[in-house]
């Protein structure tokens, strides 16, 4: 544990990663909600993040609630505790759920044009890897319940689904990347998610080197390389983003934006006109 002072600074850092990460999914959803449609928002992207966070909600939620993996954590850590934290876990099953949540609106408001060329090729290498990360953890797990650990602890099992989360975290931005790019706009991918996206991989990353510092203990950092490498992956993406939303296709959500202020503009005119008839 960090020593005073350093223990309510991690907590309140933690937390307001925790409020920053967890808030920033909600504009995406509130933004296909009123337009009723998701198109510029990359189904790709939504299916590695849902894959993702349920290999991080495990990862965490296993090393905070299991006493017996925190035991396996200690010796194979020189007795030192998990930098695992109950914010961490709460925004991991948050995520996993408002990702579901977009999953499911996709299904609903499902307005892409037909896939063709290189977005079909992509979409056929998302399924592939996200079928092939189920059998093989589906089998890994049936291996370990059969042969008692023995063929690999709880422990190793859990790391293996955190390393699939750090790399689930390297590349599940990029369709979201070359959607923008493709289209030459960022309509449809809503902007204040990745603000606050940044802000919250900061204090991320903040809470765990400064859990490491305090405790003059890096393996804080080491044992939960999903923690670490999903803050300052997030970060590299969002600056991505808003180099794309605020420096290269600036004009392309300005002007849809200005198109539906004048298509407001005349349906109130129509209906006033309407009205004084």
């Not at 035991?71 to 925004?91: C, I, M, P, T």
């Not at 809503?190 to 903040?206: C, K, P, Q, R, T």
Request: some cysteine.
């Amino acid at each position: 544990d960090d020593p005073p002072p350093f223990s309510r600074i991690s907590s309140v850092l933690g937390w307001s990663y925790f409020a920053a990460w967890s808030v920033s999914f909600y504009p995406q959803v509130v933004q296909n909600f009123s337009r009723r449609s998701v198109v510029g928002l990359s189904l790709d992207y939504q299916i590695l993040n849902f894959l993702g966070f349920l290999c991080y909600f495990s990862f965490n939620g296993a090393l905070y609630w299991s006493s017996y993996i925190q035991s396996e954590y200690k010796d194979a850590h020189h007795g030192q505790s998990s930098a695992v934290r109950l914010n961490d876990v709460w925004f991991a099953g948050h995520a996993m759920v408002l990702t579901a949540v977009t999953l499911l609106q996709i299904a609903v408001y499902y307005d892409y044009p037909p896939l063709k060329g290189s977005e079909r090729m992509l979409r056929i290498a998302v399924i592939c890897f996200v079928s092939g990360v189920v059998v093989c953890a589906g089998g890994l797990l049936a291996a370990i319940v059969a042969f008692q650990e023995s063929f690999m602890t709880w422990l190793t099992y859990l790391g293996t689904l955190a390393q699939v989360k750090v790399f689930i975290s390297v590349v599940k931005y990029m369709p979201q990347v070359w959607m923008n790019c493709r289209r030459q706009s960022t309509d449809g991918w809503a902007i204040e998610n990745v603000l606050l996206d940044f802000m919250g991989g900061a204090l991320s990353v903040g809470q765990l080197v400064l859990d490491g510092f305090s405790t003059s203990d890096w393996s804080a950092v080491t044992g939960d390389p999903a923690k670490f490498l999903l803050g300052n992956c997030s970060m590299v993406f969002d600056v991505i983003f808003m180099a794309q939303h605020y420096c290269l296709y600036p004009m392309a959500h300005r002007t849809r934006a200005s198109n539906s202020l004048s298509l407001a503009a005349e349906q109130s005119a129509t209906e006033s006109s309407d009205a004084a008839s």
